[in-house]
């Protein structure tokens, strides 16, 4: 870390007495460590996902739900000890996997706090839950960590990467970044009662106004792919910022763009899927960021 270049940014500065584009020194800062009902049904179950929020991002989403920890800074330091004591804490909850959310910043004190939780007793699986704007060097630094990989494909084009994400290069950085996943981890494996253990599945989040885009992105995963990983096609989006700059977006997407997309993935062939229901629209997916299981 002392040039850090971890991720497409490359902002070439040393954590340990600057920031770079991720606002994030090399002290990790998380601000919640709880049990989360809210993903997909095999990571969540009955009993809940290990859910780590890390503080920062490297990308700047304007219509990020998270703004209070990815952007606002909110959250505690902790060291890489305590980082690992938090995953021993949550397999003690009974969690079903540690779920690493928003994690590409801190991707080396992962790797040390996931080795020494393993050498204490962590068995969970670890899923990581990114942005893919990620370079396949440090995705593949993860080979040995991470059991599910939990991405985003967020645009087709680079265009809307740039005027929503400032990611001018998301497009090609995430193809690359999925494809290096789906070959550390190119099948799906759930235990018996359907809990996911090993594999891939990628997240579209349909925005307001661009079905078009969203089938663009579901029929590139499945051409690519096909039914190796699961596609989760999220209605959740709620403008929760202000968006007045960005007014195609600041609304949230109808019942029918949704449908037009599912009808869609449906009609090219695509069976493994997540769909939302409609009520899951709501912003009650964001967790309160109260440093809970932090402190
Ligand atoms: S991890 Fe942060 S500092 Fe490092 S290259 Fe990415 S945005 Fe820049």
């Known amino acids: 870390m002392s040039l850090c270049n971890i991720c497409p940014r490359n902002c ?3 954590r340990s007495a600057q920031t770079g584009f991720c606002s994030m020194t090399d002290t990790v800062k998380i601000s919640r460590a709880a049990l989360h009902m809210w993903e997909e049904p095999c990571i969540s179950g009955d009993k809940g996902s290990g859910t780590v929020f890390f ?27 305590r980082l690992a004591e938090s995953f021993l804490q949550l397999q003690e909850k009974g969690a079903l996997n540690i779920n690493l959310v928003t994690p590409t910043h801190y991707t080396l004190q992962i790797i040390d706090a996931v080795k020494k939780a393993r050498q204490q007793g962590l068995k969970l699986p670890i899923v990581y839950n990114t942005s893919s704007y990620e370079k396949v060097e440090t995705i593949r630094l993860l080979a040995d960590v991470v059991d599910i990989w939990l991405p985003d494909f967020k645009y087709t084009d680079n265009f809307a990467a740039q005027r929503y994400s400032l990611a001018p290069d998301y497009v090609q950085m995430a193809k690359a970044a999925i494809d290096e996943m789906v070959k550390q981890q190119p099948e799906c494996i759930f235990d018996d009662e359907g809990i996911i253990q090993k594999g891939v599945i990628v997240r579209h989040l349909v925005l307001p106004g661009q079905v078009q885009r969203a089938k663009e992105a579901v029929e590139y995963l499945y051409n690519r792919y096909g039914d190796s990983i699961f596609i989760s096609i999220m209605s959740q989006y709620t403008p929760c910022t202000n968006l007045e700059n960005y007014p195609e977006i600041n609304r949230k997407i109808t019942p029918e763009e949704y449908d037009r997309v599912v009808d ?5 062939g695509v069976e493994n899927g997540f769909l939302q229901e409609g009520e899951s629209a709501s912003e009650s997916f964001i967790p309160p960021f109260d440093l809970a299981g932090v402190e």
């Open 12 to 14: 070439n500065v040393d």
């Open 55 to 81: 503080s920062g991002c490297n990308m700047k989403c304007v219509f990020c739900q998270n703004k209070e920890i990815s952007t606002g800074g909110f959250g505690k330091d902790i060291t890489v000890e």
């Open 264 to 268: 869609y993935a449906v009609e090219i």
